[in-house]
């Protein structure tokens, strides 16, 4: 009756490495000085591993170290499989050094442009972080951050709210208006931040601070002149659809502009609102997690332009 069958904890992973190493090098020293160990702890760890397996593997006389058929047999199977889990414990090492970044819920206000997706998608296949984007409703930003149903948001700014953290901030863009083809001023080149108070302007509707409203959908121009707003927008498509209808207005950064052109609308840079408009990676600060962290450096050292929409405080 044949014995027990040997199982894989039985032959271990470092009789394994000095059976491959040692047919590579094809000398016990050598293999020894690689495997910094003794040669009798090699010839020792072969073996054990000819006993686990039931032939012998190695053939070794005073001239010459060779393998047998079945030791060259035995390394050409096992070695793609030891490679593959040398490869597996690297990968590994390099994630728990990054802070272990392997999945994080991400939320968005407005678009999330091809920019921002293909960042992503590098960092997932250059550094094993896989992010899932979920939307956010366009004038509650922190709700979510706050309530723990995401671990992040990128989100207009500013961020005043002492329980959230700014871990990355996008770069600052231009501020555009947004307005029908044929409204009054639709010919003008530019608009001057002044004459923000001969529009009627959207405002986001939500639960989002004062603060973060007014700096969105700001009431007065720089020289104290009300600025008017009669109708509020929950998102951008809505937004766009009552700027088309030439009774309002509504600020918006570059990159919208950029991704959506529409015969029925004009974009006017804002003069006087230039580099006002920013993004930020934010979080809840007593859940600030390596994870978070490493993501905030991974988008640092991607370079990746800022994109979204709505202006920032000037």
């Given at each position: ?7 894989m904890h039985?032959?271990n ?44 593997l ?23 499989a ?10 590994a090492?390099?994630?728990a ?5 392997e ?6 206000t ?18 094993g ?28 700014l500013p961020?005043?709210e ?12 231009d ?10 001023v ?28 007014a ?16 109708a ?24 919208l ?5 529409r015969?029925?609308?004009?974009f ?47």
């Amino acid at each position: 009756m044949s014995g027990p069958r040997p199982t894989m904890h039985q032959a271990n992973l470092q009789q394994i490495e000095c059976l491959i190493t040692l047919a590579e090098e094809l000398h016990f020293g050598r293999t020894a000085e690689r495997l910094g160990c003794s040669q009798s702890r090699v010839s020792q760890l072969v073996a054990t591993l000819e006993t686990r397996v039931g032939a012998r593997l190695v053939e070794r006389t005073s001239r010459r170290v060779s393998l047998t058929p079945a030791g060259a047999r035995f390394v050409k199977e096992v070695r793609p499989a030891y490679r593959a889990l040398l490869r597996t414990f690297d990968h590994a090492r390099e994630r728990a050094m990054r802070g272990a970044v392997e999945e994080l819920r991400i939320g968005f206000t407005g678009m999330v442009y091809e920019e921002v997706t293909a960042t992503f998608r590098s960092l997932h296949d250059q550094h094993g972080v896989a992010v899932h984007t979920t939307d956010l409703p366009l004038g509650s930003p922190f709700t979510a951050v706050l309530d723990g149903e995401v671990d992040a948001a990128i989100a207009e700014l500013p961020v005043h709210e002492p329980e959230l953290t700014v871990g990355f901030r996008f770069p600052p863009q231009d501020q555009f208006v947004v307005l029908s083809a044929d409204h009054p001023v639709a010919e003008r080149e530019t608009i001057d931040v002044e004459e923000l108070a001969e529009l009627d302007l959207l405002h986001r509707t939500g639960n989002a601070p004062d603060y973060w409203k007014a700096a969105r959908t700001p009431s007065v121009t720089p020289s104290g002149v009300p600025i008017l707003s009669t109708a509020g927008i929950t998102t951008i498509q809505q937004g766009m659809a009552l700027a088309a209808s030439g009774r309002h207005a509504m600020l918006a950064c570059r990159p919208l502009t950029e991704h959506h052109a529409r015969t029925d609308l004009r974009f006017l840079p804002v003069r006087g609102l230039e580099h006002t408009s920013q993004l930020g990676l934010v979080w809840r600060s007593d859940r600030t997690s390596p994870p978070l962290i490493a993501l905030a450096e991974l988008l640092k050292q991607a370079g990746q332009p800022a994109v979204g929409i709505g202006p920032e405080a000037p």
